[in-house]
């Protein structure tokens, strides 16, 4: 199947992320591996966007390259405007702290903290942190976004993700589904450009999952937010508003409004070695 052409956002559309010709190859001479072989693709402000493919297709090093994470070997990769490749390290996890937030399969949440506490932790790193009263609300002093003051929008975020009767809990005293709707809203505190999610809902029950799902859906569709997630599951997929696909390193397709249905039939046009749910058999 050819690659389509480079994805560009729509006239007149903000742009979170994208790369632009990446390459990534780890090891050298017979045993390389070209993880990612010239991938051109945008991931537009406002928007869910999925990352499918088989096993080994690239979609997890795609978004570590996208996310500063890791480093490409050739290529560009931008977060709004700025080349993520020009940055010293300092400057680097700066952009990390202040312009992207991250969710992966394990919590990682800080036990010692109350869900509150670890809802406002990077702000509170950063220096932006107004919330230690607790409650959720913080002290409310702006920090220049649109969205009004950084306690406005904790207690905003604390609503979208239902976690007002939990704010003084710690994670232990937590189900699964509810320590990854609190990584979820730790995610959004700063208001980052872009969320990246790694495979949010690698380990939780289907009804936990698709709880977080739903939630990322309504940050950003309530909340004016960005989310890039890589995920195996059509089910997971489906909650996006486009789902690109990538096989053997390179950029093969793409699908807006996707269903379940869809995104596994064409899942199994790349590669037969897919069970109901996607995952490899």
């Excluded at 790369?19 to 591996?33: E, I, L, Q, R, S």
């Excluded at 107004?130 to 609300?137: E, Q, V």
């Excluded at 979208?160 to 959004?188: C, I, K, N, T, Y």
């Excluded at 505190?189 to 790694?198: L, T």
Aim: charged content about 25%; aromatic content about 4%.
């Amino acid at each position: 199947m050819n690659a389509p052409p480079a994805t560009t956002a729509t006239k007149g559309t903000r742009t979170a992320a994208r790369v632009a010709g990446a390459v990534k190859v780890y090891g050298a001479g017979d045993t390389a591996v070209r993880a990612l072989d010239g991938i051109d693709v945008t991931f537009p402000a406002g928007r869910f966007t999925a990352i499918m493919g088989p096993s080994g297709s690239g979609k997890s090093t795609l978004m570590h390259c996208a996310a500063g994470l890791d480093t490409l070997t050739s290529g560009a990769a931008f977060i709004g405007d700025t080349e993520l490749g020009t940055l010293d390290d300092r400057r680097l996890t700066l952009l990390r702290r202040d312009r992207i937030g991250f969710v992966f399969q394990a919590f990682n949440l800080v036990p010692t903290l109350t869900v509150a506490e670890n809802i406002t932790l990077p702000m509170d790193l950063a220096g932006r942190g107004r919330g230690r009263r607790g409650d959720g609300r913080g002290e409310g002093r702006g920090d220049g976004r649109r969205d009004g003051s950084s306690g406005e929008w904790i207690d905003a975020l604390v609503e979208v993700v239902g976690l007002r009767d939990r704010l003084h809990h710690r994670p232990a005293e937590l189900s699964g589904g509810q320590q990854q709707r609190v990584a979820v809203a730790r995610a959004f505190a700063g208001r980052p450009d872009v969320v990246f999610a790694d495979e949010p809902t690698g380990n939780l029950d289907s009804r936990s999952g698709e709880e977080v799902l739903n939630l990322l859906g309504r940050a950003v569709r309530r909340m004016d937010r960005t989310v890039v997630m890589v995920t195996h599951d059509p089910v997971a997929a489906a909650h996006a508003d486009e789902v690109v696909f990538l096989a053997d390193g390179r950029l093969v397709d793409r699908m807006e409004s996707p269903t379940a249905d869809r995104v596994l039939d064409r899942l199994k046009a790349f590669d037969g070695t897919f069970d109901s749910k996607g995952a490899p058999s």
